[in-house]
């Protein structure tokens, strides 16, 4: 709902979903719970500022592995992600050292060439200018989508 002010005038309202009456009888008489729909890019900021204030971390670019759960809570098993950019001349060399990185240390390494042949198209060839790689450099992208370390080029 947009109002002037929580006891204020409304100016619209986002119907979706089961917030229709005709349908929303229906969810009320299915269900055990009460409906909160809210679409996902309103809820999902909401939960992640709730979680962030009561001193969870969120974790980026991680594949939710297993979980199990005792007496002392649950535990979740995720597998940290890292990726690989490289411009298009290097992207054998990179995903080799990645899979040699992956059986060594245990963890998945995403390489991903961009440019003329690569993985992903640079239609205006500004990829590489823009980060600082030649064709065969690389930037090595964290989980939380930072760059951790670049190479101009493969030497």
Same mark, same amino acid.
């Given at each position: 709902m947009?109002t002037?002010?929580?006891?204020?005038?409304e100016?619209?309202?986002l119907r979706?979903?089961y917030?229709? *009456?005709?349908?929303?009888?229906?969810?009320?008489?299915?269900?055990?719970?009460?409906?909160?729909? &809210?679409?996902q890019?309103r809820?999902?900021?909401i939960l992640?500022?709730?979680?962030?204030?009561?001193g969870?971390?969120?974790? &980026?670019?991680?594949?939710?592995?297993?979980?199990?759960?005792?007496a002392?809570g649950?535990?979740?098993?995720?597998a940290?992600?890292?990726t690989?950019?490289?411009?298009p001349?290097g992207?054998?060399?990179?995903?080799a050292?990645?899979a040699?990185?992956?059986?060594?240390?245990?963890?998945?390494?995403?390489?991903?060439?961009?440019?003329?042949?690569?993985d992903?198209?640079?239609?205006?060839g500004?990829?590489?200018?823009?980060?600082?790689?030649?064709?065969?450099?690389a930037?090595?992208?964290? *989980?939380?989508?930072?760059?951790?370390?670049?190479?101009?080029?493969?030497?």
């Amino acid at each position: 709902m947009w109002t002037s002010s929580l006891a204020g005038k409304e100016f619209g309202r986002l119907r979706t979903w089961y917030t229709h *009456p005709a349908w929303q009888a229906e969810h009320d008489l299915a269900s055990a719970t009460a409906i909160c729909d &809210l679409p996902q890019d309103r809820l999902e900021p909401i939960l992640v500022t709730a979680a962030g204030l009561r001193g969870a971390t969120q974790l &980026l670019n991680t594949e939710f592995r297993t979980f199990a759960q005792d007496a002392e809570g649950v535990t979740a098993q995720v597998a940290d992600r890292v990726t690989v950019l490289t411009g298009p001349s290097g992207a054998q060399d990179w995903k080799a050292a990645a899979a040699k990185a992956e059986a060594e240390l245990g963890f998945e390494v995403a390489v991903h060439s961009i440019g003329f042949g690569g993985d992903y198209q640079d239609t205006y060839g500004t990829f590489g200018r823009g980060v600082g790689i030649a064709g065969d450099g690389a930037l090595l992208v964290r *989980p939380d989508h930072m760059v951790g370390w670049h190479a101009e080029d493969s030497g």
